[in-house]
């Protein structure tokens, strides 16, 4: 497949592999901050190619997995609702809130569907103006722009019957708060290639600066993971804090100038709570002012939700790096992607989920006998 | 958390505990349907012939062993590239059948037809049923017709069963795997999956693919004319390769690995899976197999594949071992190694 097979090449990963054992002479701790680059990393196993002293931490960047647990039971509140069709990215389904997940809510009767982008829930608000379609838009900035675009797009159409559940989450905000926790270990960083798609990468250069912390614009196909590692170390080994872009071919510094717009027309900064880690200040985007009358939250009355996360979990600690998925008590016990007791056991993005699918078992070798 | 627990002794008590009613999941073909034939069909319904949970049941008669299988088919959309409901209704049992080796003879035919369905529409479903019994050498020998009302069907939900003969000598099953088995499919993977998603209604993406639903006895017996000696076969529908070969590993208590890079996976299937994140190995298939042959065999088998139609893009894809029993390992395109595991219920378009 032309673009990609040029990034899956096992003899140029062979040989990155080679590069990064080369210059890489002491331990060395580096987050991939994005929830797609967690699950290329696990799923081609690219860790258990590593030299051992680099030590991949896996981050906060899973959208399913950061989605709060109140926000979620909002959504299972409004989805069970008579009248109400329920929208949502298909991997929020399986997300468990404090008793049921959306799954259950559409067994239950609830009209639950799973759209591939939001502009079809717009479509769906036309084609049943009796009915009130509600789009669940989470995720980081990477899926903002088209669920601005959304709202945007009901407002202009004058669209009563649409509406959005909001939990918006931002990167930057997000390394601050790692950075600044006092039982952090991570000395480098793998941007999310597709959030700085967006966003540019000149949100990071303070944050370069301030932390004296190496952060790489990184893509996810093996050879973007091991590119971006690659530059990790040397910039660690020769003891520089940089700001680098090692996906050039998605992203430029100044980011995607329209889209930016867009977003900064929709949305406004807000203070927002991260599943497992806490309330993140100015670290989400909620709909701005002008575009209250699509907020969900405000159409329907789900304000007072009592909420229960599991006393077994600690998806928290796993999203700040400070536990591997497989430390966990829980982990492939009583915590399964079948029975999952945090969320970064449902999304296939998530840490937990990662580990579980492609990590529980690694043989030494797998030879195969025949060519 | 609570410091009574004992985290080493702790194990999952109630299999069925998260879901108390049934969700689109319990027929995905992943875990959540297998945990429904385990935990409730098998116990209930126990006897020797159910128990080997093969594609087909295979029962001694005095005339013989006859297979003996049933299966239901609830598509949407009803019409899509390469087939329609009907050649699936065909096509998916006669397979069943041919995977326990057996010559295909007799269908039956159950409509569940939604009040409100244009006849022209049965008549195509129809027609392509006959059509698909004709190149399958079968006959559909007896029938029946339900109407529900308007809104409690999706237009037409098709059962059938059928019968076949098994051949003297001739005895694959899921629990027959053996270390040192080699591991071959028939073709390309994920094609039917990705043709009907392709025109699902909201994800029209115009795939340039059409479904490969096509019935399998012909290739099973061209693979078994060259020997009688083929330890499984599986037919790959929902839930796709990986599935198939978890089911395996557990029925015959074996460890299967297999190679991403032998994989014969069209571009057209790999890009759509890339786009939506799926992984072409879980996609369903209507015309593929999978056959685990002694190492003896194994040459001459793909060659007998590869001279039939179905089987041109046959291809060794790895092995059996008795490391990691139970667990399906892939070697990956950059030469890490990952596990296959089945999956929970449908495979979920990613967020992004």
Known sequence: MKYLDEFRNPEIAERLFQDIRAITTRPWAIMEVCGGQTHSIIRNGIDQLLPPEIELIHGPGCPVCVTPLAIIDKALAIAARPGVVFCSFGDMLRVPGSGKDLFRVKSEGGDVRIVYSPLDAVKLAQTHPDREVVFFGIGFETTAPANGMAVYQADRLGLRNFSMLVSHVLVPPAISALMESPTNRVQAFLAAGHVCSVMGYWEYEPLVARYRVPIVVTGFEPLDVLEGVRRAVAQLEAGRAEMENAYPRAVRREGNAPAQKMLADVFEVTDRAWRGIGVIPQSGWRLADRYRAYDAEARFDVGDIRTQESPLCHSGEVLQGLLKPTQCPAFGKECTPRTPLGATMVSSEGACAAYYQYGRFIPADIPLARP | ?352
């Open chain 2, 1 to 352: 958390m609570t410091s009574a627990i004992d985290f080493d002794t702790w194990a999952c008590p109630a299999p069925l505990r998260s879901y108390p009613t049934i969700v689109m999941g319990h027929g995905g073909g992943g875990r959540l349907s297998s945990e429904l034939v385990e935990h409730l069909f098998a116990p209930a319904f126990r006897n020797a012939a159910l128990d080997t949970l093969g594609d087909a049941a295979v029962v001694p008669t005095d005339a013989g062993r006859l297979a003996y299988t049933t299966d239901s088919f609830v598509v949407r959309p009803l019409f899509f590239p390469g087939g329609n409901i009907g050649t699936l209704a065909v096509n998916g049992t006669v397979n069943d059948l041919a995977m326990m080796g057996a010559q295909p003879r007799f269908l039956t035919a159950g409509f569940i037809l939604e009040e409100g369905l244009p006849l022209a529409t049965l008549g195509l479903i129809v027609e392509a049923m006959a059509a698909a019994a004709g190149v399958a050498g079968v006959q559909i020998v007896a029938g029946d017709t339900k109407v529900v009302d308007r809104g409690h069907g999706d237009g037409v939900y098709i059962n059938t069963s059928g019968i076949g003969v098994v051949p003297e000598g001739v005895s694959p099953a899921p629990n027959r795997a053996a270390p040192g088995d080699i591991v071959i499919v028939s073709g390309d993977l994920g094609v039917h999956g990705i043709a009907i998603l392709s025109v699902r209604e909201g994800l029209e993406f115009g795939a340039p693919l059409a479904s490969d639903c096509a019935p399998l006895n012909g290739l099973v017996t061209a693979m078994l004319t060259v020997t009688p000696d083929i330890h499984v076969l599986r037919d790959l529908t929902r839930g796709g390769l990986a599935t198939a070969l978890n089911e395996i590993a557990r029925a015959s208590g074996v460890g299967i690995r297999y190679d991403e890079r032998r994989l014969p996976v069209p571009t057209a299937v790999a890009a759509a899976c890339d786009m939506l994140g799926m992984d072409p190995v879980y996609v369903a298939n209507e015309g593929k197999l999978v056959a685990l042959v002694p190492p003896s065999a194994a040459d001459l088998v793909l060659e007998a594949m590869r001279w039939h139609p179905l089987g041109a893009r046959a291809a060794i894809i790895g092995e059996v071992t008795e490391q990691h029993p139970g667990v399906v390992v892939a070697r990956t395109a950059i030469g890490g190694s990952r596990v296959v595991d089945l999956q929970i219920g449908e495979q979920l378009p990613r967020i992004c």
